[in-house]
Structure formats: C-alpha cells, structure tokens
C-alpha cells in the first residue's frame, strides 16, 4: 500500500494583505510540505463576512504566487460551509454534549470570573446544567457550548517541543457556536482540516493553545491529529509584535521595495533556515528544509534594514 503524502495548509483571513508573519507562516508550512514531497491546500478563512471580502482573498492569491508559494487546490471558503458545520454540530448534539449558554460578554469577562494567570477566562460552567425552566426565562438567544472532560491532551509540537493540556482547567467547555449563528474557529478548521486530509498544521506561535482544543474535537468526530508545528512570532526591533496594523509592513507596501527572493531570504536568515541574510527562492530552501534548523524564540526583524538591503 503506497504510503500517503503529507499535506500541508495556508488558511488567511481576507481582511487585508498578508503582513510578514502570514508570510512567514506561509513560507514554512509551504517549505514543509514540498520538502517532503506533499501537497499544498489554501483555503481563505472567512467566517467573519463583515470584516472580509472576496477582493482581499484575490490579492492574497496574487501575493502567493509573487512569493512563488504555489497551492495544489483551495478549498471552499468558511462562509459557504455552514450545511456542514451543521451536520457535525448535529453530531455533538446527538451525543447529548452540547448546552445552550446565555453568559453575557461582560459576565464572561467580568473581574470576578475566573481567569488563567495570562488572562485567559476560564469558563466556570455557568450554564451547563440550567433547567429547562431556567432556559425558557432568558429572552435572548444563546451561545452553543461542547462539553469538556477532565482530562489531558499530551501535544508535541515540532518548534515549541511537547507540552500538556486540561481543557477542564485551561479554558472550560468551549462555544462553538455563537448566538448569532455562526460557527467559530475551533469547529470550523477542525471540520476543514479534517475533510481536507491535512496532516500538518503550520501557524503562529499564539494559536498554540487552540491546537488541544481542535485535537479533542478530531477525537469526537473520528479525524486524525495532524501534526502541528507553531512557529515563532515576529517582532519589532523594540520587541513589538508585527501585525495588519503596521500597514508599511504589509505585502501592498514591501512589494514596492523589494524582490521576493529579498523577503523570503531575509525570513529564512532571521528564522535559522540560511547562515547569511541573501537573496533565495522558496524552491532553493525546500531542497534543505528541516524543522530542526527552525529557531523556537520570537524572531526580531529589523525591516529598514531589510529595506535597505532589497
């Protein structure tokens, strides 16, 4: 029986350009999969139609191919999947491990309520065994919440090494529904990813904690655990994270300066990938490509020099 090829995934929100740590997410789930012979899926992630458009996911893929990351195929978009999120919402429904919450954003995230020591609330149940009763007194409708166990999920993270999860203590039972109606993240990539066939998900260092959460519901619905491998954050010189919010650092700005064998060199140096920042191809690094050269701590990218240099 041939054995099956990896297959990796690149899944933005079409919100705006690509900035350099979708980027920099891109090159190596991109690296990772072709280095091994794999196949690449895009798929746009868009559950947030107020926010995105179809005229972003156009310039994305345009940017993509100017970065010379090339896809194999690109799954529907989020927004014209809901028919089948239903039907795995139906499933957690039939296992009796769903239950409406009324919670309030401002009761959830009230000083009082319980919360991990970076933030984080930690949901406390509030809602999970309401009577009937009690339910038919709110007016407004609710948020959908899957059932947590007390147990833990052990993830071995290709960058960040292994680490130990309790869902119970680290987030309590999750939404996975809103109440208005859409899907959240955690079921829709799940679904995605699992239908999709991905066996490698590369993404950013602060989706690290979202990667438990999505391997228990991989185990409620029968998909496989994919390999994960969150990758560094980039920073500022000053140690300020790079995000959309720094419009000159988007591809509409660096295109104008720089060649993208200049971007993707300069990542690959900053990263451990090259000894030497200088121009190279994405093609030229999958030949080399191996995770253990992947440097683990947030990377600070000094981008006037990279101006300067391109």
């Known amino acids: 029986m041939a054995e099956l090829k990896p297959v990796g995934r690149f899944a933005p929100t079409p919100s705006g350009r690509m900035h350099l740590g979708n980027v920099f997410a891109a090159l190596l789930a991109w690296l990772s999969a072709r280095s091994q012979d794999g196949e690449m899926v895009l798929r746009m992630e868009d559950l947030d139609t107020q926010r995105t458009s179809e005229a972003y996911a156009r310039i994305i893929r345009e940017d993509l191919a100017w970065l010379g990351l ?17 039907r795995y919402f139906r499933l957690l429904e039939e296992r009796g491990l769903l239950y409406p919450c009324y919670c309030t954003r401002s009761q959830l995230h009230s ?9 984080t609330y930690v949901y406390p149940g509030t809602c999970r065994d309401l009577t009937d009763r009690q339910r038919a007194a709110f007016s407004r409708s609710p948020a ?9 999920w052990n993830l071995e993270d290709r960058i960040q090494g292994p680490s130990q999860w309790n869902l119970a203590k680290d987030c309590g039972d999750m939404v996975v ?3 208005d109606g859409v899907y959240v993240y955690q079921l829709a990539v799940t679904v995605d ?13 602060d989706l690290l904690s979202s990667a438990p959460r999505q391997m228990y519901l991989q185990e409620l619905w029968g998909f496989p655990h994919p390999e994960y491998a969150h990758v560094p954050m980039l920073l500022a010189p000053d140690g300020r994270r790079l995000s959309k919010r720094d419009r000159d650092l988007d591809l509409g700005a ?13 990542l690959a140096f ?36 990279l101006l300067n240099g391109g």
């Open 254 to 266: 660096l295109r104008q300066w720089l060649r993208p064998q200049s971007l993707v060199g300069a």
């Open 177 to 179: 529904r809103r109440a």
């Open 193 to 205: 990813d699992g239908l999709a066939g991905v066996t490698e998900v590369v993404r950013g260092m």
């Open 70 to 86: 090339d896809y194999d195929r690109e799954t529907p978009a989020q927004s014209t999947r809901s028919r089948i999120y239903d």
């Open 144 to 152: 959908w919440r899957v059932r947590v166990p007390d147990r833990v």
């Open 270 to 305: 900053a990263c451990g990938l090259i000894d030497r920042r200088e121009p190279v191809s994405p093609r030229e690094l999958a030949a080399e490509f191996t995770w253990e050269k992947v440097r683990r701590e947030d990377l600070r990218l000094d981008v006037s020099a």
């Open 111 to 119: 000083p009082d309520a319980p919360h991990l020591s970076d933030g």
